[in-house]
């Protein structure tokens, strides 16, 4: 069964990119197969990789639905032997993992659907895979729609500043209250300049939380983002990748 790594936060933290560089951790870390999710309806976790989308579970779904309506068979394929078909085809297939997209419904379908489905596949691929990482929506509202059934570890991102902590704070309030299934939850501070991390800290431990540490500002992240460039390219001695390689060194090797 594969360890199950999210990430959460409020949008602009960064969530994304951290997302995109754990992935590239553990490839070059492990070289064990890894399943990337994206569970925004915003994607965007395929740029942060450099892989190009060819369907996303909001479209399989629209599709599903549309074959459903004309009452066709393709293959003579049940409707779900039809649909599971459909996601397998919707998986992109990389160099070092593969990434499933949950994107936006075409029609006027609830996102909730396209949560339930792709939380119903992440659970089912995690047995062919050694990693899941799921780069979740901006907000809150995914916890409540349990995009995985269960969790080992959550990082909850924020940016060195007072929305970003409360935010912090309500999404850990909502996890005890849905009493959901994560073994480990963590915050990381991105973004911080200097002077910026004993205050983070402080903060940290008054909401209870354990801090997995902090990432500094730095130029080669504001280029990648500035040029739309996969996190590939991020060059190994910058200061952003060293210092969260470090934190999942600590978090997901200890051990």
Do not use: W
């Not at 915003?42 to 459903?68: D, F, K, Y």
């Not at 936006?104 to 995690?126: F, S, V």
């Not at 349990?146 to 704070?169: C, E, W």
């Not at 940290?204 to 730095?218: M, N, Q, R, S, Y």
């Amino acid at each position: 069964m594969a360890q199950i790594i999210a990430f959460s936060g409020k949008g602009g933290t960064g969530k994304t990119t951290l997302a995109g560089m754990a992935v590239r951790y553990l490839m070059e870390k492990t070289g064990r197969p890894i399943l990337a999710v994206d569970a925004d309806a915003n994607a965007c976790l395929n740029e942060a990789l450099g892989v190009t989308v060819h369907a996303t579970i909001g479209r399989v779904r629209e599709q599903s639905l549309a074959t459903i309506r004309s009452g066709a068979r393709p293959g003579g394929l049940s409707t779900e032997e039809h649909f599971d078909y459909q996601v397998q085809q919707s998986i992109v297939e990389s160099r070092g993992f593969d990434l499933l997209v949950m994107g936006r419904p075409e029609g006027q379908g609830c996102y909730c659907a396209a949560n339930n489905i792709i939380r119903k596949y992440t659970d089912k691929l995690a047995d062919d895979y050694a990693y899941v990482v799921i780069d979740n929506e901006a907000g809150m509202e995914h916890l409540s729609r349990r995009t995985a059934q269960k969790i080992n570890v959550l990082f909850i991102v924020s940016d060195p500043t007072l929305k970003g902590i409360r935010t912090v704070n309500r999404i850990n309030e909502l996890i005890v209250e849905l009493s959901l299934e994560i073994d480990k939850r963590y915050v990381i501070f991105n973004r911080v300049k200097s002077g910026d991390d004993a205050v983070v800290r402080a903060a940290c431990g008054k909401g209870g939380l354990a801090l997995a540490g902090t990432v500094p500002e730095d130029v080669a992240i504001y280029n990648l983002d500035l040029h739309g460039d996969p996190v590939f390219g991020i060059p190994s001695d910058a200061p952003s990748l060293k210092a969260f390689y470090g934190l999942l060194d600590n978090v997901l090797m200890a051990g």
